[in-house]
């Protein structure tokens, strides 16, 4: 991760003066490793802008705007420091299409500068209530990309390259036992948030199911997933589960390609309730019902329910609890090292990558940052 070395690290406060776009200030370059997509294809957009003006410390915001035709993820940015008011920086991001259509896509892009002044009093206040630094925004109109989307020439469940495996704990169970069936889907591309794996209904079948997600990265390539699909199936009567046919496109090869599993035959063994009841010396009748099995059952049920409410309740108490802190561990970090460590391991995918990128190039360069406004101006985004 690279970020802004030298003396200029700050966090702005809302104290801002608009002024008209003027591109004599920089550079700027916007780019695309694609020049048209399938839908749900990654297109990789990069943008580069460096300082031309160096009257004063300048720094960069850049954003995709969002839309109903394209789905759009931050994936990186590195600015860097070339000399005395003179600064880089670039911006990645992935978008997904969404429709197929020509897409016009609107960006965001700010210029913030400060004058040594600005900045010199900026170290000086060092405390809580201090004042923020008084910066002069410029808004850069950029030109919408346009971007083609090409249609497919038939229907997909997923776009990339994918494998799908299949396996099963056992094909015979009793009338009340339960099958644990588990589907990994592993591969890079489109991370489809609602796949639906066993799409077909089994007739006097109840179906019980579960999605566990083990790894998930956006890359340039799109994500890098490791999912598992988990079911529980019971039924009083023999059944077959269907085999799993998934039809999807490869960007990457250019070509479509079937994932498939294969069906399962699942015995279901009754029990015989005549051979319960002892006739010769007893009146005596045993149980009609195999009570381990249903206990057994109910378990399975009772994981997967626990499960899920365990994982509601979980973000239900994680958010109660963060509020009621109000970030506790932001406040109550020392230094610039330890509120680093705090924010990658506590916040990350919240939105705080240009902290994290400030307070890395503070620790590594040894150069002294405003710990306490960069914590102040965290939390308040957190809120």
């Known amino acids: ?19 008209f776009a003027n591109t004599s200030l920089v550079d700027y370059k916007l ?32 954003n995709v705007l969002k839309s109903s035709d394209y789905e759009v993820k931050f994936l990186h940015k590195t600015t860097k420091d070339n000399g005395y008011h003179n600064s880089t920086a670039t911006f990645q991001y992935i978008l997904f299409a969404l429709k197929e259509k020509t897409l016009h896509v609107n960006f965001d892009f700010v210029i913030k500068t400060a004058s040594d002044k600005a900045v010199k009093q900026s170290y000086v206040d060092d405390h809580d209530d201090s004042v923020g630094i008084r910066t002069n925004n410029t808004k850069i109109t950029l030109k919408p990309l346009v971007i083609k989307v090409e249609q497919l ?20 169970i009793d009338q009340y036992g339960a099958v644990n069936l588990h589907y990994t889907l592993k591969g890079t591309g489109y991370k489809e948030p609602h796949l639906n794996i066993l799409n077909k209904k089994i007739k006097n079948v109840k179906i019980f199911s579960q999605v566990k997600d083990n790894f998930s990265k ?19 009567k023999d059944f077959t ?50 009570m381990e099995a249903v206990k057994t059952f109910f378990i399975y049920i009772l994981v997967f329910v626990s499960g899920f409410l365990t994982a509601k309740l979980s ?64 939390r308040n985004r957190l809120m």
């Not at 003396?7 to 608009?18: A, S």
């Not at 229907?155 to 094909?171: A, E, M, P, Y």
């Not at 250019?254 to 599993?261: A, F, G, I, M, V």
């Not at 069906?263 to 007893?282: C, G, M, P, Q, S």
Request: hydrophobic share 35%.
């Open 1 to 19: 991760m690279k970020s802004t070395p030298g003396k200029i690290i700050l966090v702005f406060l809302l104290f801002t003066i608009p002024i």
């Open 31 to 62: 780019t695309t490793n694609k020049k048209s997509v399938h839908i749900k294809e990654p297109l990789l957009i990069t943008f580069t802008t460096k300082q031309k003006d160096h009257t004063d410390n300048m720094f960069f915001s850049f």
């Open 153 to 172: 020439s038939k229907k997909v469940d997923l776009v990339g390259d994918f494998r799908l495996n299949s396996k099963i704990d056992s094909t015979q």
């Open 218 to 236: 956006l890359t340039k390539k799109g994500y890098i997933i490791n999912t598992d699909y988990i079911f529980a199936l019971s039924a009083k």
């Open 241 to 290: 589960i269907p085999a799993v046919t998934l039809t999807a496109y490869s960007p990457t090869k250019k070509n479509y390609y079937t994932l498939q599993t294969k069906a399962y035959a699942i015995k279901v063994k009754n029990i015989d309730t005549t051979k319960l009841i002892d006739k010769t010396n007893a009146p005596k009748a045993k149980s009609l019902i195999n």
């Open 315 to 378: 973000q239900k108490e994680f958010s109660k609890e963060r509020k009621k802190e109000k970030f506790e561990d932001i406040k109550n970090a020392k230094s610039a090292k330890e509120l680093l460590m705090v924010l990658i391991m506590n916040y990350q995918n919240r939105g705080l990558d240009e902290y994290i990128s400030k307070l890395e190039a503070g620790v590594n360069k040894k150069y002294p940052l405003n710990l306490n406004t960069i914590k102040k101006e965290i």
